[in-house]
């Protein structure tokens, strides 16, 4: 078998071992399963790569743990070709799923080699996500409104500046709270001045920081 054959059936057991755990949404599963997850993490950790645990990147980072992409981008509930703001590229991984649901993807990341790599990858794969070297607290008001915004670091508050960058009938999806821990957190904008929240589970991020790292 090929290499590439041998990660791609990698992928569709993760992909199965999502399901096992409770992910449901048919799109969700088949992005895990035709990702190379392998491709956004050091070639030292590839034999790690299609197992359900977060790995270390670049800048003391870490991509995901893939049932926490799957359950994020879960409940994002994204229909192809709306406009998704996501905050932390890191590796690009969670860029890639956003691609493969036919979103029109836009993700920051505050460090700017995670930045370059997470580009370089990306564009090498064939995804051509809007990238963007900035503070995510700032969002991207020049772009905005999105339909959806997701959040993979987490702040202690909700950022309220990304609150304002969400069309009405949008929401966001943000693991909130301190290094402790997080509740995964979806806020829905119900009118221009209106937003409800609801809880979804404790998960554990790295966390969304202020300012920028050239
Ligand atoms: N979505 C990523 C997860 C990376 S971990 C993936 O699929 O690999 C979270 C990332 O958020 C880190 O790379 C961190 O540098 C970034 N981050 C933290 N605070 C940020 C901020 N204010 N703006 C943009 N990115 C931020």
Redesign the pocket.
Known sequence: MTDLSRQHNEAKKLSKELRKKGISDERVLAAISNVPRHS?IDEQLSAYAYQDRPLP?E?G????QPFT?AYQTELLQLQAGEKVL??????????AILCEMEAEVYS????YN?YQTAKEILNKLGYYPNLFF????EGLPEHAPFDKILI??APEKIPEKLLQQLRVGGWMVVPLGGRGGQKMTVIRRVSDTEFKESEHGDFI????????VE
């Open positions: 956004f990147i800048s980072q870490t991509i995901s992409v996501e905050i932390g590229t890191g590796s690009g991984y969670q860029a920051i990341e505050r460090y995670l900035g503070d995510g607290f993979t670091a991020f790295v966390p969304m920081q202020e300012g920028t």
